[in-house]
DNA sequence: AATGAAAGTGTTTATCC
DNA sequence: GGATAAACACTTTCATT
C-alpha cells in the first residue's frame, strides 16, 4: 500500500490523476483519449501509481445531510493530564466522528463531528467531558469543499 | 445536482453506497451479484441516487504525501474587524487550503492547509496576517482518517 | 421497478515494436 | 514503455412482466 518505487509525474500522469480526482468513474478508454495514449498503457500507469501510493483508492462521495446528518462540526479536544490515550481510543469508538487528527498545540486532537441536530452534540460531547476540555465550531458553510492542491515544484 | 425527489436507503441501495464508497470503480455486474438484483437494476438506482443528491461525485484518492506535500495543518483563522470579506477571497486564491469552513465562534474560519515543509508555512500564513489573527496546529497523525458515519435511525 | 437477452462498449491479454 | 488486435467482460437498451 505504501510509496516504495517512485513513478514519475509527468504530464500523461497528471492527465489521468486529474481525470480521476474529477470522476473515478472514468472509462480507461477516456482516459486513453485524453492523455494520447493506449488503454492497455492507461492501465500500466494507473497500476504503478496504484503501487507507489500515489492513488490511494476510489470512493463515492455520499451527501452526509441527504443520509440525514443535517449539521457538522469540528471540536477540539485538550485530554486532561494522564487521559490522552482514553481519549484517543472514546474518539475512535464514536462513528460521529467522521475524521479526526493529533495536532501539535494544546488541542491535541481536531475531530470533524457530524449531527442529525444540536441535539446530538451533547451525545458527543458528554463521554468526552469526563477525559478532556472541548472547543466546539458548529460549521456553518463549507467555504472551500475538499479540493486538490496544484502539483508542487515543476 | 441537488436533493428535490427523495429515495429510500433500503437494504440494497446501502449495499450499494457501501461497496462504491469502499471501491467507486466497482462495476454494475459485482454490485449487482452484491445486492440480489440485475445490473439495470443497479443502474437505475444508482442514477436516482445521484439525483437525490445522495451521492455527490466518485473521486480518486490521492496521496498529497506522495505528491510532494509532506505536512499538513489546520489553521484557524479570526478575521480582523471588517476584514471579513478579504479574508475569504484570500482563503480562496491559496491554492495550498485544500479545505476551509466558516465556524460559529470567535474563529471564523478553519482550514487545512497542505506544505511542502514547514518552511512553507510562512508563505500561507504571512498574507494572512494583514487580515486576520491565526492559529497553527500542525498535523502529528491521521487519528482517524476520513470514513463514514452510520445511518442514522433505522 | 425489475428482468433477460441482444447489441454496443470497454477491458484485457498476447504479440510485436 | 507503448501499440495493435482479438478475446473477453461489462454496460445499455429494449421488450416484457
Known amino acids: ?15 489521468i490523476l486529474d481525470a480521476l480526482m474529477a ?7 477516456t482516459l486513453a483519449e485524453q492523455a494520447g495514449l493506449s488503454a492497455p498503457a492507461v492501465r500500466e ?9 500515489v492513488i490511494l483508492g476510489y470512493t463515492a462521495q455520499v451527501s452526509w445531510a441527504a443520509l440525514g446528518y443535517g449539521l457538522e462540526a469540528i471540536v477540539r479536544i485538550e485530554p ?3 487521559r490522552l490515550r482514553e481519549v484517543e481510543r472514546a474518539l475512535r469508538e464514536m462513528p460521529q466522528i467522521v475524521q479526526c487528527d493529533a ?8 475531530a470533524r463531528v457530524v449531527l442529525r ?5 451533547d451525545g ?3 463521554p468526552l467531558h469526563v477525559l478532556a476540555r472541548t472547543s466546539t465550531a458548529v460549521i456553518k458553510k ?11 515544484d515543476g
Do not use: H, W
Open 80 to 82: 486532561l493530564p494522564g
Open 117 to 121: 441536530d444540536v441535539g446530538d452534540l
Open 124 to 126: 458527543v460531547l458528554d
Open 45 to 53: 500507469r494507473i497500476r504503478q501509481l496504484e503501487e507507489a501510493g
Open 142 to 152: 463549507a467555504t472551500i469543499p475538499l479540493r486538490a492542491p496544484p502539483y508542487p
Open 103 to 110: 495536532v501539535t498545540g494544546d488541542d491535541c486532537f481536531i
Open 1 to 15: 500500500m505504501t510509496s516504495v518505487r517512485k513513478v514519475s509525474l509527468d504530464a500523461a500522469n497528471r492527465l
Open 23 to 29: 470522476d473515478s468513474r472514468t472509462s480507461l478508454r
